[in-house]
């Protein structure tokens, strides 16, 4: 018999069934791979505290933001996504920001990033890209990450692929691409 295990507090909307996430709110399927685990809810809020006790981060206000599917190989291999409403704010208005916000976050903890912003096409909606390379203060690269963006039904939707390795990387884009949108707005 097979172990059926309940996820339902690890995310705040949508629910995990077998190896699928499905977010009705945002009409997103995305599959994950049978032997990557789900990430805590907690760890990722202990990540939080850690961030907001390092930075200024009152001027962020991040009660809308709601914890959609993360899952993970190990610490520095993993997928996270989050959807918040758009309310008023203009979506160019809020990646301007965004890029503004990584930029300061990297300078802050002394580490040197290149960023490339780019699209990707996923199941007939386009996505906004940020590609991010992390490097050490000897020039040597040490991570990537990948964040994707756009507007959802009216919900701001980011996803991020954090990896040390091309083959983990490439792992959890595939998955991402292979996502199903019913919303197309």
Wanted: with cysteine; net charge negative; hydrophobic share 30%.
């Amino acid at each position: 018999e097979v172990e059926v295990k309940d996820y339902s507090k690890e995310v705040d909307a949508g629910k995990i069934t077998g190896q699928t996430y499905t977010c009705e709110e945002l009409g997103w399927t995305m599959d994950f791979p049978e032997t990557w685990t789900i990430t805590k809810k907690s760890s990722l809020e202990a990540a939080d505290k850690l961030s907001k006790a390092n930075y200024d981060t009152d001027s962020v206000n991040t009660s809308g933001i709601k914890r959609l599917f993360a899952f993970q190989k190990d610490f520095d291999n993993h997928f996270q996504s989050t959807m918040e409403p758009l309310g008023s704010n203009d979506y160019k208005t809020v990646i301007r920001g965004l890029k503004d916000q990584l930029f300061a976050n990297y300078f802050d903890q002394h580490i040197n990033a290149d960023t490339s912003s780019s699209q990707l096409n996923i199941d007939g909606l386009t996505f906004d890209c940020i590609q991010i390379k992390l490097f050490d203060r000897n020039g040597k690269q040490y991570a990537k990450q990948q964040l994707f963006t756009r507007v959802i039904g009216g919900q701001y939707f980011n996803a991020i692929i954090t990896s040390t390795n091309d083959k983990d990387h490439e792992r959890i884009l595939t998955e991402f691409k292979q996502s199903k949108f019913t919303k197309k707005d």
